[in-house]
């Protein structure tokens, strides 16, 4: 069984920074894209950052030059640093990733249960 385990939100003022991991465990044999959604009260979930295995990134408008998101493959984790955080940052940030848990098996995408970021103005 693969689970994704998110660590690092919470509460922050305005300008600050907080920095997400979600490390991948149990039966993981390989793992593709990596990435982090936010979902802020009455919204849809909607793509923060994302990082192939390849090192590629790509990110939402509204973060570029704030966040930066990186993979440490070696143990199985993606990170999320947030710098200069805004009160619109504040919402529940799940991790995201494909993840294959034997070679006989295709990936298939994984989610995280959430942790909750809040930035205080």
């Known amino acids: 069984q693969v689970q994704l385990v998110e660590s690092g939100g919470g509460l922050v003022q305005a300008g600050g920074s907080l920095r997400l991991s979600c490390a991948a465990s149990?039966?993981?044999?390989?793992?593709?894209?990596m990435g982090w959604y936010c979902q802020a009260p009455g919204k849809q979930r909607e793509l923060v950052a994302r990082?192939?295995?390849?090192?590629?990134?790509n990110y939402a408008d509204s973060v570029k030059a704030r966040f930066t998101i990186s993979r440490d493959n070696a143990k199985n984790t993606v990170y999320l640093q947030m710098n200069s955080m805004k009160p619109e940052d504040t919402a529940v940030y799940y991790c995201?990733?494909?993840?294959?848990?034997?070679?006989?098996?295709?990936?298939?995408?994984?989610w995280g249960q959430g942790t909750q970021v809040t930035v205080s103005s």
């Open positions: 995201n990733a494909d993840i294959s848990p034997s070679s006989l098996t295709r990936q298939r995408n994984y």
């Open positions: 149990g039966r993981v044999f390989s793992i593709g894209a």
């Open positions: 990082i192939t295995s390849g090192g590629t990134t």
